[in-house]
């Protein structure tokens, strides 16, 4: 009944959704956006407490019951490890720094009615007055059922042409973004170097932004969030099927210095980014009906230095209540693991670890080893290797899973979660290095360690 539905949804938001136009694209184009990030970055213990929030209220986010009208939220704001992109909004264009994030779907960003108004600095908010290409949405579009409404909702006049369509999303904390939903024109660089013009791509307008999720430290100073995710209102589906419904990106090392810059690729484009997707390997993505934004895919095995751990295979399964299975979210920095599985992995990494354990661990932190007179500790750290659905290997080194923590401690960067309110979580931290792609067409996801440093 589940699969029917989802399908169902998919089918109809095809024909809810506002065609978006683009002007000057090749059909060998793609879009490339430099994925930034903000300093000072958070240390392992905000990041473990952000993570710990985020995943909180995605889970939170489960509806019982699914339905073709899908609420498009964010769970961005809740996250410590965020991406984010410099998007150009209206004619002529207006730049804001947004959050990039596969956990969500919503589109938003903040605005103000101003005309001439010196409250707010430029590339701070959206002034649609100043766009000469803003349209709002109409309480009777088909579109606006794709959103979260205001609780009650205002009654819709559908004899008065302006009567817009209203967005209100609530978070866990009481945090709030309102205002409106529209339309606009967005500017992005191609490949080649051009500049495209997207027409129509339909995000929220939000005037009315207060609490701490939105507007407080945990934002870090963002304009509003590019949600990514599988919903039909997301960035990723509003442009993908003119770009082959699919997007990738590579996260690199931020700590580097200098940091090598990160980019968001949507589109597949040819030449030797052709030859390097050639070379991913692919797992399928899997659709939980009641968390249908999410990237869920089966993980089936871990491994130890070339061991299988004995882990049953069922604790990776989602569930009849949507609870379990395995999500990969760019706007968690730590990753997470089914309690059973992580407790059979940290005995198994105690056993094999040749470091002494620290003194103190790091608070928040299960596994700290003591590195002190060692020039290279990832030579010598157990290597982990995960296995997913299709035959798809994922070994990540050991700095994608063990971080400095303090001076001379480094800690495993892998926290345990209850598979019966939460899944496991192949964060960010753990992606760096490596290309992901996420097919959208095939239902598949593709990753590889080739094909991050072409251009």
């Known amino acids: 009944m589940f699969p029917l539905i989802v399908v169902l949804c998919s089918f109809l938001s095809l024909f809810l959704l506002p065609p978006v136009y683009l002007a000057a694209v090749t059909d060998d184009e793609y879009l490339k956006l430099p994925l930034l990030r903000k300093s000072p970055f958070p240390s392992p213990t905000q990041a473990l407490a952000s993570d710990t929030r985020r995943l909180h209220f995605l889970s939170l986010r489960r509806k019982t019951v699914p339905f073709v009208k899908s609420p498009v939220v964010s769970g961005a704001s809740s996250g410590s490890g965020q991406y984010f992109v410099d998007l150009r909004i209206g004619q002529p264009p207006q730049s804001l720094l947004l959050i990039a994030d596969t956990g969500s779907d919503l589109v938003w960003v903040k605005c103000s009615a101003c005309r001439n108004c010196s409250q707010h600095s430029p590339a701070t908010v959206f002034f649609p007055r100043h766009s000469a290409t803003f349209s709002p949405t109409h309480c009777y579009d088909p579109i606006c059922r ?18 817009t369509c209203p967005y209100e999303y609530a978070y866990a904390d009481g945090s709030l973004t309102s205002g409106l939903f529209a339309r606009e024109t967005t500017t992005l660089k191609t490949s080649s170097g051009r500049e495209a013009n997207l027409k129509r791509v339909a995000f929220g307008c939000g005037f009315r932004i207060s609490g701490q999720s939105v507007s407080g430290t945990s934002f870090n100073g963002a304009h509003g969030v590019m949600g990514l995710g599988r919903g039909p209102i997301s960035f990723a589906s509003q442009l993908g099927r003119r770009f082959g419904n699919k997007f990738s990106y590579c996260l690199m090392d931020y700590t580097l210095s200098p940091p090598p810059t990160s980019y968001l690729i949507i589109g597949g484009g040819g030449g030797n980014r052709s030859n390097a997707v ?44 949507g609870n379990g299975g395995t999500v990969v979210d760019s706007g968690t920095t730590l990753a997470f693991l089914a309690d059973p599985a992580y407790r059979l992995l940290i005995a198994a990494l105690r056993r094999r670890i040749r470091l002494p354990m620290a003194a103190e661990p790091t ?93």
């Open 363 to 455: 608070s928040g932190f299960d596994l700290c080893v003591n590195v002190s007179g060692i020039s290279k500790p990832e030579k010598i750290m157990p290597r982990l290797k995960f296995e997913f659905a299709g035959g798809a290997v994922f070994v990540p080194p050991p700095r994608n899973y063990f971080i400095e923590t303090e001076e001379q401690v480094q800690c495993l960067a892998i926290q345990s979660v209850n598979p019966k309110v939460g899944f496991s979580v192949i964060g960010n931290l753990m992606q760096q290095g490596f290309l992901f792609e996420f097919d959208r067409d095939r239902s598949r996801l593709g990753f590889s360690r080739r094909g991050c440093a072409l251009p």
């Open 278 to 321: 050639s070379k991913l390997s692919f797992t399928p993505l899997l659709t939980n009906p009641l968390s249908p934004t999410f990237y869920y895919v089966r993980l089936r095995s871990v491994f130890i230095n070339g061991a299988e751990l004995r882990i049953d295979r069922s604790i990776w399964e989602i569930d009849g209540s």
């Open 146 to 163: 794709l959103v979260p409404n205001p609780n009650p909702a205002p009654k819709c006049n559908h004899t008065r042409i302006h009567s």
